[in-house]
C-alpha cells in the first residue's frame, strides 16, 4: 500500500526524494543500508543510490552535484532557503567522492560501488545484510571523464562550504588540486560496468569544466590556455551526466574568459531550443530519449543560466513552459514528478517507491518514441494502460515493469531541482 502526503513545493518534494536515495544511513522509506561498501582500508559508504536500484556511480553522483552546487552558487540563489537546504544535500555527494578519490596517493580510484546483478533482486536496501563485510563489489578505475568531474565537484565545494565549514572547504580544494597534478595519469575514459550504464565518448568537456571551476577557486594562471584548448575543442554543449559543456560555457563566461566566444555559443544552443519548440504543441524544446525528462529540464535550466548571464530575457517564457510539460501540460496530462500534480506515477519502476511507500519527488524518465520503447519492452498480457486514448508515436506508461518512461534515478531528478533553485 503506498501512502500519501501532502504535497510541499516541487522543489522540496525532490529533496525528499534525494533523501531517501541516501544510502548507508536510515532514510524516510528505508533503515541503515549497505555499511560495510568497500573494504576496511578503503571504505566506500554513503552517497546516493543511483536509480531504483542500489548501485552508487562517480559518474551520475559527480554530475548531480555538480547540478547542486552550481545552482546554488549561482548569483542572487545562495541566501534563500531552498539553497540551503539543496547546499545541505550536496554534502552527501562530495563526502562520498571524497571517498573515491582517498586512495589518489598510490593511484587507486573507484568508480561504481555494486555489482550489475543488483537490478536482478526486488528489495529494500537493508535486507541485503548478508553477515559478511564489504561484500558489494567496489569497482577500481579511473579516466579524465571522472577525473574533469571530480575536479569540477571539488573546486566547487571549496567555493560552497567555505563560510559554514572551512576546514571542510579546504579539504576539497586540496584534493581538487591534486587530481588536476595527476590529470595526465588516466586514460581519456572510464565507463561504468557494464559499459552501458553509462558510456561516454571523450572527457574534453567535463576536464573543461574542472579546469574552468579550479581557475575560479585558485586563479592559476597557467589554467588559461589549456581553457582556451578546450573551450574551441568540446563538440557539444548539453547539461546531462554525459555531458556538461554548457556548464562549462556558463562558468567560462562567469570567469571573463572569452565572453565573446561564450555568447556566441551560448546563444546559438537557446535559440535552437526555440526552434524545436515550434514544431511542438507543447512547446517541448529537445526531441525524446532515454530520459526525456532530464533533458527537458536541463533545456529550461540553458535559458535561465543564459539569462541570467546575459540579462536577455527573451527566453523566459520557453524555459517556463519546459517546466510546465514536466508537471502535466504533455499529451498525457501526468506530472512526471511523484506526488507533484493531481496525476503523477503511481506505480514508478522504483524498489522502494515499490515495497516502502510513495517515493515523493521522484522523477522518473518520462515519455519517449514508440519505436526506441519498443526495442526494449512490450507490455504484459492483460496490462489495462490507462493513457491508452494519449498514445501515438510517443509514448509514457505508468507500469511498474517499465525502466524506459517509469524509472526514478538521481540524474533525472537534479536539473528539475536546480531549475527551482535559480528561479527562487
Known sequence: MQKEAACDHPAEEILHFFRSQRCGVATPLHGPCHQH???????????????????????????????????????????????????????????????????????????????????????????????????????????????????????????????????????????????WELRDSFPDVQNTTPESFYTQSDSKDSMLLGAVQLYILTGREELLPVVDNLLKTVENYNIGWGNVGFLALITAFEAGIDRSFC??????????????????????????????????????????????????????????????????ANPWGVSFVVGVGCKYPRFAHSQLNDLAG???????????????????????AGYTDVYGPYQGAEVFYDWIGDYYTNEVAIDYAVPLLAVFTLLQ
Open 37 to 179: 561498501d568497500g573494504s576496511k582500508e578503503h571504505p566506500l559508504t554513503g552517497g546516493w543510490h543511483d536509480a531504483g536500484d542500489y548501485l552508487k556511480f562517480v559518474v551520475t553522483t559527480s554530475f548531480v552535484t555538480i547540478e547542486m552546487l552550481s545552482a546554488v552558487l549561482a548569483k542572487n540563489s545562495t541566501e534563500t532557503r531552498l539553497a540551503a537546504s539543496v547546499l545541505r544535500e550536496a554534502r552527501v555527494g562530495v563526502e562520498w567522492l571524497l571517498k573515491m578519490t582517498d586512495g589518489y596517493a598510490d593511484g587507486r580510484f573507484y568508480y561504481q560501488v555494486g555489482h550489475p546483478d543488483d537490478h536482478r533482486f526486488w528489495r529494500l536496501p537493508e535486507a541485503d545484510r548478508t553477515g559478511q563485510e564489504y561484500l558489494r563489489t567496489a569497482y577500481a578505475g579511473w579516466g579524465k571523464n571522472l577525473n574533469g568531474l571530480a575536479i569540477a565537484v571539488f573546486s566547487m565545494a571549496a567555493r560552497a562550504f567555505v563560510e559554514d565549514d572551512p576546514d571542510f572547504a579546504a579539504c576539497c580544494g586540496t584534493r581538487a588540486e591534486k587530481l
Open 263 to 328: 555568447t556566441e555559443v551560448l546563444q546559438g544552443c537557446v535559440e535552437n531550443l526555440a526552434k524545436v519548440a515550434k514544431r511542438s504543441p507543447f512547446c517541448r524544446a529537445s526531441e525524446l530519449v532515454w530520459g526525456s525528462s532530464a533533458q527537458i529540464a536541463a533545456d529550461a535550466q540553458k535559458i535561465l543560466l543564459y539569462e541570467e548571464c546575459t540579462g536577455d530575457r527573451t527566453f523566459r517564457s520557453l524555459a517556463i513552459a519546459q517546466v510546465d510539460y514536466l508537471l502535466g
Open 358 to 380: 510513495l517515493q515523493r519527488g521522484a522523477v522518473v524518465g518520462g515519455p519517449g518514441l514508440r519505436r526506441d520503447w519498443e526495442k526494449f519492452l512490450s507490455l504484459p
